[in-house]
């Protein structure tokens, strides 16, 4: 095949073969004699590759990739600060070419447009973009994982292709978390560097990844499995001070105790706040164990004395036996000399850790000789307590901040009860202190939500919204607010009756504003339309078992109930009849077999008076969780 079409005609072929996956075609083209260099770049949009095309269209062909790098195309040519931004493609403006408009808004979707910035190599496209198999080609055919170009100042810096896909998201139109994290791997095996400059912003991926926004895609544990490779196989180099805060930042949301104490030793030497740690004890990090994080659900106590001081401090113990002493020497050595940690730095690594939930990593923050201010880091936001309790999970770790100064008001009460279902991470933060509900304020807002500052009535309009039941599903859901009902009474909550109310409130009451009176009863716009909504009002109101409103309690109750009253009543009635009566409608399934422990007493529930019996009825339907 002799190629004998101008470049212009070329260059539409070419790129509208790209677009519609037509890999044998492209290999075709490019493989003709004569055809034209010049249709290798789209001069129409500012320089944009082909290369670039073919990763923004995820083509994987392994042939068509090497056909167009035998023509020329750079592997890591990043896209010239002249191509054509985002917003002027999704425009389809300046494109003189009349192919390449319909082309573009055919092909090229928002994310597509959004993932072609000046400064990025193909390879960083397609990681951006999520799509696997065109960038292990592009490693395979030699791509740089560490490229990005130089872009005017002004212009927003581009993604190495690490960063371009760590710094993703589904919901932005990034990778979807399994493509990311597939990709990642393959990135850090062709040797991606996740403490080298994101580009995209000031400090490193690593650093970077532990936004929250980031952590869906599941990145930065990956990150921290190759750091700590590479701690095991002696090869782990920080470079700087800055580059090993940021590692204790990254390990302490991640609870890598072990990858921590190295960082820690490493910035601690570099401040000159401490004599160079042996080659021994550093050399007991590299072999230590790995994360301390345990649920709040676990029998785990915030107690001192359960925990073992040396274990838990952070302290460097003995020498390990794996050969690493001298390279973990040379690390610590390697320090730069009179290096600060700045506050924010050290800020980040505690809120970090508070956010991982780690006991160890906490104790050792707390006896580290680096200026730590708790109290500070406490000020800001939320505060330790609220963020360890609501992500980290640890009511060790939750306890463990309260003994060192960190505090609890309602507005961060308030916010986990937003931002968790768990009753955990709740009973946890209650057990260290129960903030007074002030009667002349109505409303705060919390986790962005205004709603009342009372708890028990913050819970229930939580429940109201249905925040959580689309995740938990309506009867998880429903369990776990009666649990945290129940949680918040024991600690001393009550329904709250506003009174002289500091100024005009107004509460949304069927898509309309409110002004409410004063006095204020919340309970005025809870209206139970399901018997859920009743179950928590009764428990909200703390109102007990009676009869007249045992028909809104859990059916596993009541079934429970009329199985003990009617084993009492058919042991009062006695004889054959009442047997053949019992055994009929256990046969048709009418009544539930008794449990065990009933079952094992039935015998004198007959001699009982009915009023004993509605009492031990009325104890046992508390807690109504249990029911549920």
Not at 44 to 66: E, V
Request: charge should be positive.
């Amino acid at each position: 095949m002799v190629f004998t079409r101008g470049g212009a005609a070329a260059q539409e072929a070419l790129f509208t073969a790209l677009a519609q996956g037509r890999a044998e075609e492209v290999v075709r083209m490019l493989q003709a004699p004569g055809f034209p260099p010049v249709a290798l770049t789209l001069d129409q949009a500012g320089g944009i590759s082909a290369l670039h095309w073919a990763a923004a269209m995820d083509c994987s062909n392994a042939a068509a990739l090497a056909a167009l790098q035998l023509r020329g195309v750079s592997l890591d040519e990043p896209l010239p600060p002249s191509a054509a931004p985002p917003a002027l493609l999704l425009a389809g403006l300046g494109l003189r070419a009349p192919w390449l408009r319909p082309l573009i808004e055919q092909h090229l979707s928002n994310a597509r447009r959004a993932a072609l910035l000046p400064g990025m190599t193909p390879l960083a496209v397609a990681c951006r973009l999520g799509h696997t198999e065109c960038a292990e080609q592009l490693l395979r055919l030699g791509a740089d994982p560490n490229a990005a170009g130089p872009v005017p100042q002004g212009t927003p810096k581009p993604f190495t292709p690490l960063s371009a896909v760590v710094l993703s998201s589904d919901g932005a139109g990034g990778a979807p978390a399994p493509a990311a994290a597939r990709i990642t791997q393959l990135l850090l095996a062709a040797g991606a560097d996740p403490l080298g400059h994101s580009s995209r912003r000031r400090c490193s991926t690593l650093r970077c990844a532990c936004g929250s926004e980031f952590l869906p895609n599941r990145t930065l544990p990956l990150l921290l499995d190759h750091l700590e490779g590479q701690l095991s196989a002696g090869q782990l180099a920080f470079g700087s001070g800055d580059a090993a805060a940021e590692v204790l930042v990254g390990a302490a949301r991640c609870c890598r105790l072990r990858l921590f104490q190295v960082a820690h030793e490493f910035v601690v030497a570099a401040a000159g706040l401490r004599q160079l740690p042996s080659t021994a004890r550093l050399a007991a990090a590299g072999g230590a164990g790995g994360s301390s994080h345990r649920p709040v659900d676990s029998s785990s106590s915030g107690s001192d004395e359960e925990v073992d001081d040396e274990s838990r401090s952070g302290a460097i113990g003995s020498a390990g036996s794996d050969g690493s002493d001298s390279w973990l020497g040379r690390l610590a050595r390697g320090a730069p000399a009179r290096y600060q940690p700045t506050p924010q730095q050290l800020f980040e690594v505690l809120r970090s850790a508070a956010l991982g939930g780690s006991v160890d990593i906490l104790r050792a923050i707390l006896r580290s000789p680096l200026p730590f201010d708790l109290a500070a880091a406490d000020a800001v936001g939320k505060g330790l307590m609220a963020h360890s309790a609501t992500h980290g999970g640890c009511a060790a770790a939750v306890a463990l901040l309260h003994g060192a100064g960190a505090r609890l008001d309602l507005q961060r009460l308030l916010y986990v009860l937003e931002k968790t279902a768990s009753p955990g991470p709740v009973e946890a933060i209650l057990a260290c202190e129960q903030p007074k509900v002030p009667t002349d304020s109505p409303t705060v807002k919390a986790s962005g939500v205004l709603s009342f500052s009372c708890p028990i009535h913050r819970l229930l309009h939580i429940h109201k919204r249905g925040a959580h039941a689309a995740a938990l599903g309506p009867a998880a859901w429903e369990r776990r607010a009666v649990v945290l009902l129940e949680a918040l009474r024991a600690a001393g909550y009550r329904p709250a009756v506003f009174r002289a109310l500091r100024q005009p409130t107004f509460v949304m009451d069927r898509g309309m504003p409110v002004r409410v009176g004063d006095p204020f009863d919340p309970f005025q716009f809870f209206r139970p339309s399901t018997a859920a909504d009743r179950r928590l009002l009764l428990v909200a109101r703390g109102e007990v078992w009676s009869p007249a409103s045992h028909v809104n309690w859990p059916d596993a109750f009541k079934a429970a109930v009329r199985c003990l009253l009617l084993t009492a009543n058919s042991k009062a009635g006695g004889g054959k009849g009442s047997v053949a009566r019992r055994s009929e409608r256990r046969r048709r399934g009418k009544a539930p077999r008794l449990a065990g422990a009933v079952a094992a007493s039935s015998a004198g529930l007959h001699s009982l008076p009915q009023e004993l019996l509605l009492k031990i009825v009325g104890l046992a339907a508390e807690p109504m969780s249990r029911w549920l």
